[in-house]
């Protein structure tokens, strides 16, 4: 359960320093940017010594590898931007309803059987982002608050769906941190190439608060895939229930996160979804 919990606190912060970030004027393509040199480096150097040797015996993965980089960086956009534009509340929301995703996957291609009790836990999963998601005043909402949620649970469930394929059948347990660390570091040469192409005036400005935040994000960041795919590994729970534990705990606890420190409202619905996705945790367990 540790792998569980670190992986939800760990997901949590990504979103909590993307809403500092806005308080601190940070400019999202360098955040971004020092974010996956920072997975990278944790990756490769803490836990690797630099040995890029290990790559060589890993191939199976790496088109794989690839992929998920490019869908890291893309997603990583689409979640700065909706986090300080739409709120940390309906951001995360709109990202972990997609473990609708990965769930469906793990149970129609690895067979997996899960009981009647933990089907309505999924059942009131879902209903409990509806509910929390739900705003009076949609009407006048910016359609930019509707559109990039969207586009968040369809990227996300691809990549969750993609990470659990990936951690089933083309890596082992002992290749967790090479993997991670590839992925980043594919994701960061993706984001230094949108930097330069981008010809940003201020590229090379040093702004301590975007290099402070940018390293904590990328600690969170490599955290949240490492300790995600360690919990797949070795929860012994099935890897539907995972994602389902996982991105609901994200959901509750960003969600008080939003309402405390952020003054984020929430209407009486929201509430009750917060209550509805505690309830369909306790039956996922």
Same mark, same amino acid.
């Given at each position: ?5 670190a992986s939800i606190i760990s997901s949590t912060l990504i979103y909590v320093i993307f809403r500092w970030a ?7 393509? *360098? ?23 290990? !790559? %060589? ?8 590898? @690839? $992929? ?9 956009? $689409? @979640? ?10 309906? %951001? ?14 793990? !149970? ?17 999963a879902i209903i409990a982002v509806i509910f929390v998601v739900y705003k009076r005043d949609l009407k006048k ?6 559109? $990039? ?9 691809? %990549? ?67 300790? $995600? ?20 705990? @994200? ?13 984020? *409202? !929430? ?7 917060i209550g509805l996705a505690i309830i369909s945790l306790y039956f996922l367990l």
């Amino acid at each position: 359960m540790i792998y569980i919990l670190a992986s939800i606190i760990s997901s949590t912060l990504i979103y909590v320093i993307f809403r500092w970030a806005k308080n601190y004027s940070c400019k999202l393509s *360098k955040l971004i940017t020092i974010n996956y040199l920072t997975a990278t480096l944790l990756g490769f150097g803490l836990f690797m010594n630099f040995n890029t040797s290990l !790559l %060589t015996n890993s191939k199976p993965w790496i088109p794989f590898g @690839i $992929l998920l980089g490019v869908l890291f960086i893309v997603m990583f956009y $689409l @979640i700065g931007i909706s986090s300080q534009k739409a709120g940390i509340t309906i %951001t995360t929301l709109s990202n972990k309803l997609s473990l609708v995703f990965p769930v469906l996957f793990s !149970l129609i291609y690895f067979n997996e059987s899960i009981s009647t009790l933990k089907y309505a836990g999924l059942f009131l999963a879902i209903i409990a982002v509806i509910f929390v998601v739900y705003k009076r005043d949609l009407k006048k909402t910016n359609l930019l608050f509707i559109v $990039l949620p969207a586009l968040i649970f369809r990227g996300s469930g691809l %990549t969750d769906s993609v990470v659990k394929f990936v951690q089933a059948v083309k890596t082992t347990s002992e290749e967790v941190t090479v993997f991670s660390s590839f992925v980043f570091f594919v994701a960061f040469i993706c984001g230094a190439f949108i930097s330069i192409f981008r010809r940003s005036p201020n590229l090379f400005t040093f702004h301590s608060p975007t290099l402070f935040l940018g390293i904590l994000l990328g600690a969170a960041n490599f955290g949240s895939l490492y300790f $995600l795919i360690n919990a797949l590994n070795k929860s012994n729970l099935n890897s539907s229930l995972v994602f389902a534990l996982v991105n609901m705990s @994200i959901v509750a606890l960003s969600s008080i996160v939003g309402f405390s420190i952020f003054k984020e *409202k !929430l209407n009486k619905l929201n509430i009750a979804g917060i209550g509805l996705a505690i309830i369909s945790l306790y039956f996922l367990l």
